[in-house]
């Protein structure tokens, strides 16, 4: 099994899909990855040899922020706008959608199950 920045990559799926499970590589980015590597996009991950692995490893070191760095700017860039008190970093604090969707309805991935409100008994 192929393994690229502590992820394995899934078996036979064509290169330019298996390198999309490692957090930070989209398809276009991808692509342009097995380009500089010299790899085909075509070939399976289970037909890789290492050469061909250590040149996609390579390149990936070189000029792209992967995985944990770029998890970790993520997160550092999140904690700077709530302790800046901004409006973004508030909405993330309160765990509520941060790019102005609407919260009346929807928003439940943000907000989570819906809390049922206790009603009056009627008589």
Known sequence: MAR??????????KMGVALTYVYGVGSVNAQAILAKANVDPQ???????????????????????VE????RDVALNIKRL??????????HRRGLPVNGQRTH???????????SVARKASK
Do not use: F
């Open 68 to 71: 944990g760095d770029l998890r």
């Open 82 to 91: 709530m302790d800046l008190g901004c409006y973004r970093g508030l909405r």
């Open 4 to 13: 690229i920045a502590g992820v394995d990559l899934p078996r036979n799926k």
């Open 105 to 115: 309805t929807n928003a439940r991935t943000r907000k989570g199950p819906r809390k």
């Open 43 to 65: 070939k399976r991950s289970d037909d890789i040899g290492e050469d061909e692995m250590a040149r996609i490893r390579d390149v990936l070191e070189q000029g792209y922020k």
